[in-house]
């Protein structure tokens, strides 16, 4: 059978409900009123203070399918997206939760009885992680029926989950699926190594720790259970194909980039990074704006900002010189519109962002062009090899050229560029400005905001209001 993503979302919640679990619907991609993280990473954020025990909700299981971001903070995965096949700046994490109701062997339990008899997946691809120290998870894998030689134990890094730096935690118990096309090459050394071929579908987390500040940990009232997986891979999974690019969420936005480039997306090609990374980055900027986020120089904006231009970035290598991005948004709205109407109603505040952000890099481009170009002249002619990483760092900082585009200026010219140099300056000041990464300019936002009203796009738009009840911090 060949599960489509929509059935494969009411699948999983469909079967925790019949559980006994709430379905409760995403929460927004800015954290309500959590000052610690830059955007909802996990399906657990909105429960957190659940867990804490510092809020009591009218049930003890809850499911959801969350929005999550992973574009910054202590899950960064920006830099993955385009060149594995797993990783996405947005992404929708389907999960489970119990506050202080059942524990290990109910949790396990479900996560096998979902995956091999309701999703049919074939024991013999699947592997079992847990924890070092784990030996009770160990048990029960073994006791639903995984086979001994299939379930392997990782330490911290990959076994112990934790939100932020500080906040809810604990061990965790993870599920693989081996991808390739031959079983003998199926072995345990593929499991959390480099490369997606072996693939981590889902996590559960066994939440019995809070960490502080000082990184002392404390149990938890009561030990409680949160598990996330990701649609996308699951879908790569159920459909059949080796990449989340090749499903369903993704193929109509591929599409429609193809379409606008006037170019074919090949997997292996050169060029298979940038088609993926523009329909990775549709996804999110359509979605990070939809709940409200405006690009600035600051926080959150900021990092809206750097996704926006990484995707206008890898646009150049596919021929676009002028405004494209917003013209996949449509296929975007498409794919997500059904479930997160909050896209289709604030999609004219979208478009109207976007569109103006695109314009503005345009023209950072055009003056960044001009000023670097007789800068490389005046190197040449001095008789210099490489473009210093300090002068390459100042047009970064003044004019938000990226690095990349800088590199790509200076071999237009014969030039390599100092990256060593480069990293060392950005290294010193992001030491420097670390403290002020803290600080969202809301002042910043409103004025973004008012010139867009001013400009005459009304649309209902409740992400700003929220953002000042909130006092968002990053
Ligand atoms: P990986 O090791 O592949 O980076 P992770 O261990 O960081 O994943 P978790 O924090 O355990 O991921 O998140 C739970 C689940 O969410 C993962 O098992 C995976 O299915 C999904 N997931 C995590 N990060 C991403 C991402 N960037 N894009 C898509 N899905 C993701
Ligand atoms: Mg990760
Ligand atoms: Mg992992
Ligand atoms: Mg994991």
């Not at 134990?153 to 990959?158: A, T, V």
């Given at each position: 059978k060949l599960w489509s993503s929509r059935e494969i979302r009411k699948t999983f919640l469909d079967f925790f409900a019949k559980k006994g679990h709430q379905v409760v619907p995403s929460s927004s991609l800015i954290p309500a009123g959590d000052t610690t993280l830059l955007f909802t990473n996990a399906g657990m954020n909105q429960f957190k203070d659940v867990f804490l025990g510092r809020e009591v909700r009218p049930y003890t299981r809850a499911t959801s399918c969350q929005k999550c971001v992973r574009a910054g903070g202590k899950h960064n995965d920006l830099d993955n997206v385009g060149y594995t096949g797993r990783h996405h700046t947005f992404f929708e994490m389907l999960g489970n939760f119990s506050f202080g109701d059942y524990f290990k062997e109910e949790a396990i339990a479900f996560a096998w009885e979902l995956l091999t008899e309701v999703y049919g997946l074939p024991v013999e691809r699947l592997w079992f992680t847990v924890?070092?120290?784990?030996?009770?998870?160990?048990?029960?894998?073994?006791?639903?029926?995984?086979?001994?030689?299939?379930?392997?134990?990782?330490?911290?890094?990959?076994?112990?989950?934790?939100?932020?730096?500080?906040?809810?935690?604990?061990p965790c118990t993870e599920i693989h699926y081996y991808q390739g096309e031959d079983l003998r090459q199926n072995t345990a050394d593929l499991v959390n190594g480099p490369g997606d071929v072996t693939l981590e579908i889902w996590n559960l987390v066994f939440m019995q720790y809070e960490r502080d500040a000082q990184g002392h940990l404390y149990p938890l009232p009561k030990p409680c259970v949160d598990t996330g997986a990701g649609l996308e891979r699951l879908a790569a999974v159920l459909q059949g194909v080796s990449s989340n690019y090749d499903t369903d969420l993704f193929t109509p936005i591929l599409a429609r980039v193809e379409e606008l480039a006037q170019r074919r997306y090949e997997k292996d090609s050169e060029l298979g990074p940038a088609f993926r990374v523009i329909a990775d980055h549709a996804r999110a900027v359509t979605m990070l704006l939809a709940d409200g986020v405006v690009p600035s120089n600051e926080g959150r904006g900021y990092v809206l900002r750097r996704i926006i231009r990484r995707a206008l970035r890898y646009g150049r290598r596919l021929g676009f010189d002028g405004v494209f991005l917003v013209d996949v948004v449509p296929a975007v709205v498409d794919s997500l519109g059904d479930v997160y109407p909050e896209v289709r109603e604030r999609l004219p505040v979208v478009t109207e962002l976007l569109r103006t952000e695109e314009e503005r890099f345009a023209r950072t481009l055009n003056v960044g062009t001009d000023v670097v170009g007789r800068e490389l002249e005046r190197l040449k002619r001095a008789g210099a090899t490489v473009m210093p990483g300090d002068v390459a760092f100042r047009f970064y900082e003044t004019y938000g050229l990226p690095l990349e585009v800088l590199e790509e200026f200076a071999q237009e010219e014969g030039l390599r560029l100092d990256r060593e140099g480069f990293d060392t300056r950005l290294e010193e000041v992001r030491r420097a400005g670390q403290e002020s990464w803290k600080g969202e300019l809301l002042a910043r936002t409103r004025e973004e905001y008012e010139l867009l009203v001013e400009r005459g796009v009304s649309s209902e738009f409740v992400g700003y209001e929220q953002l000042e009840l909130e006092g968002a911090t990053v």
């Open positions: 924890y070092t120290e784990d030996d009770e998870s160990a048990k029960l894998w073994e006791k639903v029926g995984a086979p001994r030689e299939r379930i392997l134990r990782f330490g911290e890094k990959d076994n112990f989950w934790a939100m932020g730096e500080t906040g809810p935690c604990g």
